[in-house]
């Protein structure tokens, strides 16, 4: 692939920010007030872009599995493969398994850098592999464990290959899959391949992967179980739901850092005081999650490729999947049925919740968490998030539509242009959607639609990052012009 540039792929990077208007909305232009419950599902019934998904849901199957595994009852237990233990979904979990003894048993652990965490957990879970980033990693792990006296040495590896040999070591038959971006992508296909569960909290794997990611779910008979809330929320809501019940998938969006500016605040808060920008937006008001989606959070991307990861997980297509802004978040999302009933799941911000669903599903454990207090709450609030405040969402909802290499494009730029903000390199708020648009935009040329593989996406994945690094200059030197 070429590599060209910002002005050669036609985004004018002097445009102005009402550029980012949207061409059309997230839903359909068409009317659905004449939906025939009885048809297929869809806009106006017709079914058209819904797919099979990847979860156990909206079919015949699937409701047959998840009744036989409920009635085994709540004594089972899970041998599982943890991708990213020492991060905030790693960790997290590794508290469920606390939590729950008798129900999981941890076979491998993976992380990053972190030998001391790793250590720890080491002696605590007794793995029979542990992976970390690199060899310097994996010698402070072995020399840390001799020196605790280890007497259950784990299979020490890193790199790539580690990864790839904690998700598929053999005794596991859960991975939940917690490391942050396109490294997810392919312990995940190895995994499925030798018929493990993914308890899926990488979203980017399915967002760039969907389209490899799905037939190998169906060939191998595989349960993708989203760990993600919202996901979790839809999926949870969607247990007992017959086939061809799903009408329309809402998805909630707590608003991230900017959501109680307006969008003239942003855009002049960005224009003139770009270092309380550059805090704010890394600072969510209600989760406590990692750098790279908390950003995603305040640009709203995170809903758009939430919005991709509905469509993969659950058939539903682009037009009818919404979203909206509920700054509360309590209700996690929600699911319209043909009769237009809406079912939703309700919970406080805690991470844990969608996750022991994730590794327990069809099962309900008993938890030592608090329990939701609505009187506490006392209000819930919901609104249509601005479209032009917050540019990310269309686009992901274009790369969506366009489906292909598109949404492995829109992931890696995203990827590549949330990591340069957050390193301070001079890239504006407002420019990360410029490079993502015009990353899409240069795609169009090389732009592969059908019979993708997963060398495919991984060459647009690189292509793509490279762009954003090659344009970002060109970005951050651009002026910002308002008419």
């Known amino acids: 692939m070429k590599l060209p540039s910002l002005a050669l792929s036609g985004f004018l990077l002097a445009h ?25 599902p869809g806009s106006l019934g017709t079914g058209e872009g819904w797919i099979d998904p990847s979860s156990p849901v909206n079919s015949a199957e699937s409701l047959q599995k998840t009744l036989a595994e409920s009635l085994k009852g709540s004594t089972f237990q899970k041998r599982i493969s943890i991708l990213g233990s020492t991060g905030s979904i790693g960790t997290q979990t590794l508290e469920i398994v606390d939590a729950c003894p008798e129900n999981f048993v941890v076979d491998a652990l993976s992380a990053g850098n972190n030998a001391e965490l790793m250590a720890e957990q080491v002696m605590k879970y007794s793995p029979k592999v542990a992976s970390l980033s690199t060899p310097e990693a994996a010698a402070e792990l072995k020399a840390i464990l001799k020196q605790k006296g280890c007497t259950n040495m784990p299979d020490i590896v890193y790199g790539a290959e580690g990864i790839v040999e904690a998700a598929t070591v053999s005794t596991a038959d859960t991975v939940v899959t917690g490391i942050v971006g396109v490294a997810g992508l392919l312990p995940t296909i190895e995994a499925i391949k030798l018929g493990k569960d993914i308890a899926l909290a990488n979203k980017e794997t399915i967002i760039s992967g969907g389209s490899v990611i799905n037939p190998l779910v169906e060939k191998h008979g595989i349960n993708m179980l989203p760990a993600d809330s919202e996901h979790s929320a839809i999926f949870q809501c969607l247990q007992g739901v017959p086939p061809g019940g799903l ?3 809402i998805l909630t969006a707590s608003g991230g850092a900017f959501r109680d500016l307006s969008r003239e605040e942003l855009f002049e808060m960005c224009e003139h005081d770009a270092e309380a920008v550059q805090k704010k937006a890394t600072t969510h008001p209600n989760w406590d999650m990692g750098a790279k989606i908390t950003l995603d959070s305040a640009t709203m991307m995170n809903k ?4 991709i990861e509905a469509h993969y997980l659950f058939g539903a297509s682009y037009d009818d999947i919404d979203i909206v802004i509920h700054p509360q978040s309590i209700v996690h999302s929600m699911v319209e049925t043909q009769d237009t009933s809406c079912i939703a799941q309700l919970g406080w911000a805690d991470m844990r919740l969608p996750i022991v669903y994730s590794v327990s599903w069809p099962h309900r454990l008993k938890m030592p968490y608090k329990p939701l207090n609505l009187a506490e709450i006392g209000s819930l609030t919901f609104k249509a998030p601005d479209r032009e405040k917050y540019p990310c969402i269309q686009l992901a909802y274009d790369a969506g539509r366009k489906g292909g290499t598109m949404t492995a494009v829109l992931n890696a730029a995203n990827e590549a ?5 957050r390193a301070d390199v001079g890239l504006g708020f407002l420019d990360i959607p410029k490079l993502i648009e015009g990353a899409m935009e240069a795609h169009k040329e090389d732009f592969k639609e059908k019979d993708v ?31």
């Open 16 to 40: 102005e920010i009402s550029s980012f208007t949207p061409s059309s909305i997230g839903r359909s232009t068409t009317t659905t007030t004449s939906l025939n419950v009885f048809s297929t």
């Open 453 to 483: 593989t997963l060398d495919d996406i991984l060459s647009c994945d690189t292509w793509a990052r490279e762009y954003v690094a090659e344009n970002t200059k060109n970005v951050v030197k651009a002026p910002l012009i308002i008419l």
């Open 304 to 307: 758009g490729l939430e919005v």
């Open 247 to 249: 009408r329309r998938i």
């Open 417 to 421: 242009a949330n990591d340069m903000f």
